[in-house]
């Protein structure tokens, strides 16, 4: 209501604006491989544009950005959900400008729709989704469960393969050689120790949510090169599904899809009340990269590993990675003035 009595209506593009700067800054609840959150949102008058950027790219673990248009896909996916969620349909244009190698994705084309109801379930589940890297219980996930996560997957492009007994335990010997490989190389571990020393800063890994000593799992979860001060207690990963996120192509664009999948796939295992954790070690060194791929027989290629259970009830998890602030990720000057 205006101050003389009359109803004050917002231009419809000051509500889009306004829709675009808020899905962007919603979708900084998107998971990054290490917290880097390698992205810049701009919003312009008609469109909402994602960029990655360069500075938060781990040169030395992901030179080929992989990991990096994974994250990026994830918040990409993050995105269209919170626009679905406040009725705007979007038209996704991945990498719309061969000569901008930054501009992952145009969200573009927007018009009003009737608001996405799952949509609104999904995006309630962003700010609860949280990586716990403690062993799961020995309660097991629910078959149906893991269907509906695969199905997630299929719906963004992806598959998903669960592994069987044999395959887990090929996984376990080749996540230990990861690690191994990752130890012994100084500007690995350089990285790592960058990404894991920066309180305060909003991005990278606190000591809270990194595990006090190495949980007693048959997969070896990530090894940080440092211990946190989340306590594991004594369970073991017995219950734990692992799966691989897998498609046909391994490029950038593939790699986007790859992230909206992951996105699609870990909020679902949110709504399910499964935890999730991704393990990139396996798909950083080319050598156990390779071995993923024998595991898919050679049809595909691996982005992620998945690995799937319940979390243990009794005791507290982890508290939430900090995020950089939304005026840091999301770019408004194209439209200043203009937004509601
Ligand atoms: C592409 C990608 C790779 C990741 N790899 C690992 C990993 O190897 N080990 C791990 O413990 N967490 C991994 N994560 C989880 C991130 O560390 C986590 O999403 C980030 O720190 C933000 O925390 P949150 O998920 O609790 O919001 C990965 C996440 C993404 C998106």
Redesign the pocket.
Known sequence: MGRDGKVVTMSQDSQLTTALAEAATTAG???????T?PWRWRVLPDALELHTVADRQLTASDPEG???A??CG?ALHHARLALAAEGWRAVVRRLPDPSDPSLLARLTDLSRTAADPDAMRMVQCMSV?????RPVSDEPVPTDAIGEIARAVTAEGGRLQVLDRDQVLELASTAGHADTVEAEDPELRAELAYWTSRAGAGT??PAE??PEQPPQTTVP??D?GRPGSLPVGPGHDRAAVYALLHGDEDERDSWLRA?EA?SAA?LTATRLGVSM?????V?EVPGTRQTLRQMLAGIGYP???LRMGIADPAHAG?P??P?LAGEQVVDTSAVRGERA
Do not use: C, K
């Open positions: 609840h998107a998971p990054s491989v290490h917290n959150q992989r990991l990096l994974i994250s994830a989704r949280h990586t716990d890297r990278g890994l949510v990194l979860a990530r940080f992230g992951l870990w954790v991704p393990l990139s070690a798909v982005y992620l590993v982890p939430h990675t995020r």
